[in-house]
């Protein structure tokens, strides 16, 4: 099972295996892209809302690595749509591709060269300059921003 992202069906990317995506990625689409949804819906496209459980797992996966603000609800929901189909997540998202790592869940690229190791990401204040392995709103010691640094970098 293909699970598709939006840029699937904006690439207008083919196979010949069973595919399948979450309603959400309809709200996503315009124009031709919606079209190709609505055809592929209308001759068998499985439409998958992921239980629950399954969405807070895949949020904390995403919080493991750093990914969850990235990431928007129609993205964790299509991660775990894969995750529970047992399927091929179809996308260019490098964040998406990050998390599906994390959950060995396997990933089919579209138009891009996809992320070529796993990253649990490192949060860095703008102002004393500490690092913390979760993301916070705010630095706990001086008060400053955060931004995500890549843990390669480190």
Known sequence: MYVLDASAFINEYHTDEQQATVPMVRE????????????????GMHIHIPEEETVERIERAAGETGDLETLSETDIRLVAAAFELDGHLVTDDYAMQNVAEKLEVAVELIAREGISEQRDWRFQCAGCGREFDD??????????????KNPSSA
């Open 28 to 43: 996503e689409l315009e124009d031709e892209s919606a079209y190709r949804y609505d055809a592929m819906e209308g001759s």
């Open 135 to 148: 993301n916070h709103d705010r630095c706990p010691i001086c008060g400053s921003e955060l931004s995500r």
